[in-house]
């Protein structure tokens, strides 16, 4: 016993110096490398990282100008000019977002058998339901610690009125998008349902009374029916099922669906090279769309306490979930540094916030995974479109946060059922938002429906919404990148696998087809310069 405890001084003295002399050696090696920086190095960085401190320097300007410009009271019209280069930025990344998703989904697909994209699917689906249902979970516990709802409904502007939805109708309309009847027209068109009335006749038969002699009467009756429509937008959902299906079955036909493949191949390629060229454009725009939607907001000092709580509670959970929760999952997954993976997203993070679309930034998300953090292309070109159509933690969040927020300026006491509906409910309408067009009201709707409240008080929150909705959309496209980080980890091995099996593929079917020969001819005279190197 002695012994031991005269060893344990002796061990901790040993374990004080060992880590003494570790951040000694550090520090050392840290002031030699600052010691040893040029102006080489500092230009050689500042190249490197051009777009981060373009887009980050936008997003500073524009807040800074579109508050200078506020005292101004500019006209309705003279705001949609001044918004108009951010408005060119956001048509620019919609106009690439149909064929970089159909292009990337059919290549990644086709580069990996189906036991391979199954296990990728299941791992990625996995992950979207964890990170989703923590998210829903999170915003619950912020608004029933903070109750941002407490206090008097009157503060709050007159009301508007919201269209009814039924959440029977919202579901079916998801799953009838994932399969559109015209696959031309789901790059335009959703299904929606829209509601009509009808006026029903019915005949009442009285008996014979005092009151009233034997004979019948007629009455009328209107009845609520719902009536197939369509509304203006790409049906995400229904191309990213056909892309995935379709890309399966090319990667099955083997050298049959080779010219296929090779064709998406290079549309994807090309259009990876247009965002290239708008990327440099992004900061100009990012710059008009923030400044342009300050001058459009309302007086920030006419909003009342509720929503100014509200707004904080949204904030605290979103940073939450996008700095403590994301991050620590990737590094217990990977066991990597999440935040210099963080720092590779720095651009699609700005253009999120300035564009409050995680469709239109995922060009330029492709292209910070794939250039910055070197994630295999076979994973980004599956989990990227999948996750912006279908992982929404941000959206969820909200969702489950604002419906209790709305329960608490009604006085409305909800029971444990109630919050698990709520949470259940926000994370379905979550993942199927996407498919619904006007996505946040519809599915805000369902969530208010599920627990019976009143769905016209959606419109108390809208008046802060523009701004949240920035910051959901940062939070999405966060959690929509980790997951490829997580996904490609945790597919290593079956990505490994694959690779020589597609140079395999390659060599046994150039026999059958000319079009191999012709490919194989061009990876010959690729590898000619490094034999006539080594004969020198």
């Known amino acids: 016993m002695t012994q031991s405890n005269n060893e344990n001084p002796h061990m901790t003295q040993r374990g004080l110096q060992r880590i003494r002399a570790g951040i000694q050696s550090r520090s050392q090696l840290a002031k030699k490398r600052v010691e040893s920086i ?5 230009k050689g960085c500042f190249t490197k990282n051009a777009f981060v401190i373009f ?16 005292p101004f009271k500019m006209s309705h019209r003279e705001v949609l000019f001044f ?75 007159k009301q508007e009125q919201v269209e009814k939805v039924s959440p029977a109708d919202a579901f079916m309309d998801l799953i009838r998008n994932m399969f559109p009847p015209n696959i031309v027209e789901a790059c335009t068109k959703q299904y929606k349902t829209q509601y009509a009335t009808r006026i029903i006749h019915v005949t009442m038969t ?22 197939p429509s369509a509304v203006n937008g790409i ?11 379709f890309g399966l079955i090319i990667g099955n036909m083997r050298e049959q669906g080779q010219p296929l493949k090779d064709f998406f191949d290079c549309l994807n390629e090309a259009i990876m090279r247009l965002v290239a060229i708008i990327m440099w ?19 920030i000092t006419t909003m009342g306490g509720q929503l100014g709580m509200y707004t904080v509670t949204v904030i605290c959970g979103l940073l939450i979930h996008a700095i403590v929760v994301l991050p620590t999952l990737y590094f217990v997954v990977t066991r990597k540094n999440p935040f210099a993976f963080i720092a590779g997203l720095m651009q699609a993070l700005v253009t999120a916030l300035g564009t409050s679309s995680s469709s239109a930034t995922l060009p330029i998300t492709f292209k910070c995974l794939e250039e910055n953090n070197n994630v295999d292309k076979r994973v980004t070109r599956f989990v990227l479109p999948v996750g912006a159509t279908i992982n929404m933690d941000g959206t969820a969040l909200y969702e489950a ?47 208010l429906t599920s627990v019976g409240l009143p769905t016209d008080d959606i419109t ?30 945790l597919s290593r091995h079956e990505l490994q696998k694959k690779d020589p099996e597609v140079g395999n593929s390659v060599v046994e079917e150039s026999d059958k087809k000319p079009y191999q020969l012709i490919k194989q001819e061009n990876e010959y005279e690729n590898e000619r310069p490094a034999d006539t190197e080594t004969k020198m």
């Open 38 to 42: 040029t102006k080489e190095d500092v």
């Open 83 to 157: 918004s108009f280069p951010g408005e060119l930025l956001m048509r620019m990344l919609q106009m690439l977002v149909l064929p970089l998703l159909v292009s990337s989904l059919i290549t990644g697909m086709a580069a990996l058998d189906s036991r391979a994209s199954g296990k990728m699917g299941l791992r990625a689906v996995i992950y979207y339901t964890t990170t989703t249902v923590i998210a829903v979970f999170i915003g619950i516990v912020m608004v029933l610690i903070i109750h941002p709802g407490k206090g008097s409904k009157d503060e709050f502007s």
């Open 460 to 489: 108390l929150i809208i008046a802060v919404d523009w701004f949240l909705d920035r910051l959901r959309t940062v939070t999405n496209v966060l959690g929509d990148s980790i997951g490829a980080g997580v996904v490609e980890h």
């Open 206 to 227: 009285v008996n014979d009374t005092l009151l009233a002699p034997n004979g019948s009467h007629a009455l009328t009756k209107e009845e609520l029916i719902p009536v």
């Open 235 to 245: 049906n995400a959902l229904g191309l990213v099922v056909f892309s995935m299906c």
């Open 55 to 70: 887009t980050v320097a936008a997003v500073i300007v524009g807040i800074i100008l579109g508050f200078a410009l506020r």
């Open 401 to 447: 946060l604002a419906a209790i927020f709305i329960a608490q300026v009604n006085d409305y006491d909800l029971n444990f059922g109630q919050i698990l509906t709520i949470s259940i409910t926000a994370t379905a309408a979550s993942i199927g938002a996407a498919g619904i067009p006007q996505a946040g009201l519809v599915t805000m709707v369902i969530v």
């Open 281 to 299: 454009y992004a900061p100009v725009g990012i710059l008009f769309l923030i400044a342009g939607k300050i001058l459009e907001m309302e007086d």
